[in-house]
T-cell receptor
Framework: TQLLEQSPQFLSIQEGENLTVYCNSS?????LQWYRQEPGEGPVLLVT?????EVKKLKRLTFQFGDARKDSSLHITAAQPGDTGLYLC????????????FGTGTRLTIIP | SAVISQKPSRDICQRGTSLTIQCQVD?????MFWYRQQPGQSLTLIAT?????????ESGFVIDKFPISRPNLTFSTLTVSNMSPEDSSIYLC???????????FGPGTRLTVL
């Protein structure tokens, strides 16, 4: 069974600070996604990474896929209250029509 | 990306009853999934809904408790049978539309069992 452990589980920081969320596994993934979920809604896809060592930027969010494709990180610069939510990483073992394994989740609260 | 709707958005049910949740997609998709999300937790996959055949259930989930229908490529239902308070959760459907296994989710159904 593949497991994706996220850390920290909870994070509460002041607006304007930087933060990093980690997603770790002992398994290799062909692709890894990050989702954000707000209360009362389903998760929304933020990014997909597929190449070991890949770095993708989405405005103030920077995503990195580990060289061995077993781990990933999400870095947020100058956090804003709108970044508040549950962040989930999810991995797939193969390309095409595969179910995802979801991480344990990081609940982020940005204090104005 | 696909647009997904779920009905009902929330419900409060009595112990021992059953509830059927509907998931409608605005385009034909091959892969549809049903998840459970318990309060404050991550997503747990219940099953993959297969069009024209029986759903594929994950370990710990059985067809008698969570029967699933998938009559066509745009619609699926999940029934939560003989409910108990432990079934109180958010139930989410999702679709996968790309070779990268990216999934798009419905808004969820919040179920409370008394």
């Amino acid at each position: 069974t593949q497991l994706l452990e996220q850390s920290p589980q909870f994070l509460s920081i002041q607006e304007g600070e930087n933060l990093t969320v980690y997603c770790n596994s002992s398994s290799v993934f062909s692709s890894l996604q990050w989702y954000r979920q707000e209360p009362g809604e389903g998760p929304v896809l933020l990014v997909t990474v597929v190449t070991g060592g890949e770095v993708k930027k989405l405005k103030r969010l920077t995503f990195q896929f580990g060289d061995a494709r077993k781990d990933s990180s999400l870095h947020i610069t100058a956090a804003q209250p709108g970044d508040t939510g549950l962040y989930l990483c999810a991995g797939a073992s193969n390309f095409g029509n595969e179910k995802l394994t979801f991480g344990t989740g990081t609940r982020l609260t940005i204090i104005p | 990306s696909a647009v997904i709707s779920q009905k009902p958005s929330r419900d409060i049910c009595q112990r021992g009853t059953s509830l059927t949740i509907q998931c409608q997609v605005d385009s034909q998709v091959t892969m549809m999934f049903w998840y459970r999300q318990q309060p404050g937790q991550s997503l747990t996959l219940i099953a993959t809904a297969n069009q024209g055949s029986e759903a594929t259930y994950e370990s710990g989930f059985v067809i008698d408790k969570f029967p699933i229908s998938r009559p066509n490529l745009t619609f699926s239902t999940l029934t939560v049978s003989n409910m108990s308070p432990e079934d109180s959760s958010i139930y989410l459907c999702s679709v996968a539309t790309t070779v990268l296994n990216e999934q798009f989710f419905g808004p969820g159904t919040r179920l409370t069992v008394l």
